[in-house]
């Protein structure tokens, strides 16, 4: 049975910006593999650390939400505590409400993108251009 997760993970401050997506994209395509989801990822950029992690003071963060099996978050454990780019990480469970809060997010998320889209244009049929 899935669950929702959530977790923070922290990018060593030398990465350049470009190669970001790559590391987002490679936690992504870990997920996938082991047959989860993921709902949402915020990019917070780069901050200062409370305290030096692996010598860094600063990092960049992320946020990310995703659904998973409990055998598959401990093969997406193994794959960040193995990558040299990523300094630390931290996964939670989601509690109800805030699963609630992130599915309403997404269904708002939604509707406004289908009322952004333009209506799809009438073409006048042969007897309006007749008369």
Not at 58 to 68: A, D, P, R, S
Not at 73 to 102: N, P, S, W
Request: include cysteine; aromatic fraction near 8%; charged fraction near 35%.
């Amino acid at each position: 049975m899935s669950r929702y997760y959530e977790m923070i993970f922290i990018v060593h401050p030398n990465v350049p910006e470009e190669e970001l997506s790559v590391v987002t994209d490679k936690v992504t395509a870990v997920i996938n593999q082991n047959k989860g989801e993921v709902i949402k990822i915020e990019k917070w950029g780069k901050r200062r650390c409370a305290h030096k992690i692996k010598k860094c003071a600063k990092g960049y963060y992320f946020l990310l939400y995703f659904m998973i099996t409990p055998d598959g978050l401990a093969g997406l454990d193994r794959a960040l505590r193995y990558d040299e780019k990523i300094l630390r990480y931290q996964t939670v469970v989601l509690d109800k409400e805030k699963i609630d809060a992130l599915n309403k997010e997404m269904e708002d998320k939604d509707q406004e993108a289908e009322e952004n889209l333009p209506a799809a244009q009438e073409t006048p049929s042969e007897e309006q251009e007749i008369s």
